[in-house]
């Protein structure tokens, strides 16, 4: 359904609602592909707030706070396509599997989302049809196009974490996480803790898994790509200064990485 049909036959998104898939720089050389799950806090025009304050909104419980920046200038700097989704997560978590009772949370650390009570079935497959299926559509239809094309492709599932959750402060500056995957994590690992300078989580603050996540374990464990999730504190990215120093550093430690697994590219 190409996306004019789709919002003819809309239910959620209206017309001044924007697409949720967000692209950068689709034509990429690199063998990295990134992806954004958390990037943007859009809620569609016909759920208004979700029952919530804007000071909420604001918060991490509805975006990856900071991700979006380093996001887009990490995409720059690897000349890398990056594929990332606008809408908030407490619309839909487009990195949940849509069946698990966090896919559209009723809590959040410690926010209840009125906005989210008593939905009904035909509600909840809504915002999955017209959010969560077109942004994983998306990812998907890309890494065909590259497996078909035998392009090299590494998946990095861009996240940020709160620096403080539930009362607990978390020491870490950047975590790496992982599953399955035996190539990149490691290496993103140790280049990291190689820095010198930072605190660096081996599967912290979180560790990847079938019930809690769905990027990496979908496209990337069951297409067999050698992937990895990055999760950087949000107080060091919450400006622009440190995105792009993020964003620069990133860059370089994964063309060092691509440079010893692809010679060639
Ligand atoms: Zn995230």
Redesign the pocket.
């Known amino acids: 359904m190409d996306s004019e049909l789709a919002r003819e036959t809309s239910l959620l998104l209206g017309v001044n609602d924007v697409d949720p898939v967000l692209e950068q720089n689709a034509e990429g050389r690199s063998p990295f592909l990134l992806t954004?799950?958390?990037y943007g806090r859009r809620i569609p025009q016909a759920l208004g707030d979700l029952g919530l304050p804007e000071s909420e909104l604001l918060r991490h419980i509805a975006?990856?706070i900071g991700?979006a920046g380093v996001a887009e200038r990490l995409a720059k700097h690897l000349d890398a396509h990056l594929i990332a989704q606008r809408y908030s997560?407490l619309v839909i978590d487009c990195?949940r599997p849509p069946h698990v009772a966090s896919s559209i949370p009723l809590l959040s650390e410690a926010t209840t989302i009125p906005g989210n009570e008593g939905l009904s079935r035909e509600a909840a497959g809504m915002r999955r049809r017209e959010i969560f299926d077109p942004y994983h559509r998306r990812i998907d239809a890309a890494i065909d196009q590259r497996l078909c094309g035998k392009r090299p492709t590494m998946l990095v599932s861009?996240?940020?974490?709160t620096p403080v959750y539930a009362g607990v402060a978390r020491p870490w500056h950047i975590g790496t996480l992982y599953h399955r995957d035996k190539t990149l994590a490691p290496l993103l690992l140790r280049a990291l803790r190689a820095e010198g300078d930072l605190v660096v989580g081996d599967n912290e603050p979180y560790a990847v898994g079938d019930g809690t996540d769905y990027t990496i374990p979908v496209h990337g464990e069951a297409r067999g790509l050698v992937n990895t999730g990055i999760?950087i504190r949000q107080d060091l990215i919450a400006d622009e200064a440190g995105q792009q120093q993020w964003a620069e550093r990133l860059a370089r430690i994964l063309t060092a990485i691509a440079g010893t697994l692809h010679p060639a590219v």
Do not use: G, Q
């Not at 861009?158 to 974490?161: A, P």
């Open positions: 954004s799950d958390h975006w990856d991700i997560r990195n861009l996240h940020s974490f999760e």
